[in-house]
């Protein structure tokens, strides 16, 4: 099959052959799905109906989750489909479709990421005048400015990789249609495509956070320093997870030629790290627990008339 419009279906090998795994997989993958969505959902829902979780921080924390939502559902329920059938086959159309929201959802939430550690920036090094600089139209605009720049990242490797040849195979060695498994078993020439997307959302989010630490370390007493990292360990541990696997799946020097770590690594960056995020926000945040607790009270008033 030379010319790639003489595909009509690509097959998806998954992460293993092994029934009794294959039955473990799903389990795992089961339970993180729904508590990926639950964390997610509840935050969604603190933010909109607590008053005191209208800031900047919050407002950015309620789009991650949505993406973190939207990035789950693209990946993970067709891979439990395929365990729970046995239909390891995805068209064409369908694979381009899951690729192109895969990435496009990504690069927004790398983006995202890169407008919250700005955010949290402003409230270490500007506290005086953090809710005037945070504004909700400023809030706004750099939320709207991180789906444009998801957009204009994703458009270029879109129409390379739209004109992509396959040579002798429709196999893809993933458990989704993923950019390294699926150039791997293209003909054509992919350097471009594999580094184009990652490197520029990558060198954005480390432009930003060189200037915080930076910042930071220009305090003058230990002190400021230390709660200025303790305003932000938690996001610099969610960006840590996400670059972390992103730059070993794509960014490593030859990243079609380890396929085994690859799955392992985005099958937990799908999964495990979305369901993680949530309460890594949340656990070390009097706020948000604070809510929820009157969340609950609520539910449970109403819930008792």
Same mark, same amino acid.
């Given at each position: 099959m030379r010319n790639r419009t003489s595909l009509s279906t690509f097959i998806l090998l998954g992460l293993t052959g092994d029934p009794q795994m294959q039955v473990l997989i799903f389990i795992f993958l089961f339970?993180?799905?729904?508590?990926?969505?639950?964390?997610?959902?509840?935050?969604?829902?603190?933010?909109?109906?607590?008053?005191?979780?209208?800031?900047?921080?919050?407002?950015?924390?309620?789009?991650?989750?949505?993406?973190?939502?939207?990035f789950t559902t693209v990946?993970?329920?067709?891979f439990l489909y395929s365990l729970s059938t046995g239909d390891k086959t995805i068209s064409y159309n369908a694979?381009?479709?899951?690729?192109?929201?895969?990435?496009?959802?990504?690069?927004?939430e790398f983006f995202l990421l890169a407008a919250m550690s700005y955010d949290r920036y402003v409230a270490i090094c500007k506290p005086l005048h953090y809710a005037t600089i945070m504004n909700s139209?400023?809030?706004?605009?750099?939320?709207? @400015?991180?789906?444009?720049?998801?957009?204009? &990242?994703?458009?270029?490797?879109?129409? /390379?990789?739209?004109? $992509?040849e396959f040579c002798d195979s429709n196999i893809i060695d993933h458990f989704s249609c993923d950019t390294s498994p699926l150039l791997k078993i293209s003909c054509s020439d992919t350097q471009l495509i594999e580094q184009m997307a990652v490197a520029l959302a990558v060198l954005t989010d480390i432009m930003s956070y060189t200037y915080i630490i930076k910042t930071i370390i220009k305090f003058p007493s230990a002190q400021q320093k230390m709660k200025a990292f303790s305003t932000c360990s938690s996001h610099l541990i969610v960006?840590?997870?996400?670059?972390?696997?992103?730059?070993?799946?794509?960014?490593?020097?030859?990243?079609?030629?380890?396929?085994?770590?690859?799955? @392992?690594?985005?099958?937990?960056?799908?999964? &495990?790290?979305?369901?993680?995020?949530? /309460?890594?926000?949340? $656990?070390?945040?009097?706020?948000?627990?604070?809510?929820?607790?009157?969340?609950?009270?609520?539910?449970?008033?109403?819930?008792k008339t």
């Open positions: 339970v993180s799905y729904t508590l990926s969505k639950t964390g997610n959902m509840t935050i969604i829902i603190l933010t909109l109906v607590d008053s005191h979780l209208k800031t900047a921080m919050y407002f950015f924390l309620k789009h991650f989750s949505f993406l973190e939502t939207f990946c993970i329920p067709r694979c381009v479709a899951q690729l192109f929201f895969v990435i496009l959802f990504g690069a927004t139209r400023v809030c706004g605009w750099l939320v709207s @400015c991180c789906w444009i720049a998801g957009w204009l &990242v994703i458009f270029p490797p879109l129409c /390379l990789g739209l004109n $992509l960006v840590s997870i996400t670059y972390g696997s992103c730059i070993f799946i794509y960014v490593k020097p030859s990243p079609k030629d380890d396929p085994a770590s690859n799955k @392992c690594v985005s099958v937990l960056s799908a999964s &495990v790290a979305p369901m993680l995020d949530p /309460l890594i926000y949340t $656990l070390r945040n009097k706020q948000v627990k604070r809510a929820f607790t009157d969340l609950i009270k609520r539910i449970s008033l109403i819930s």
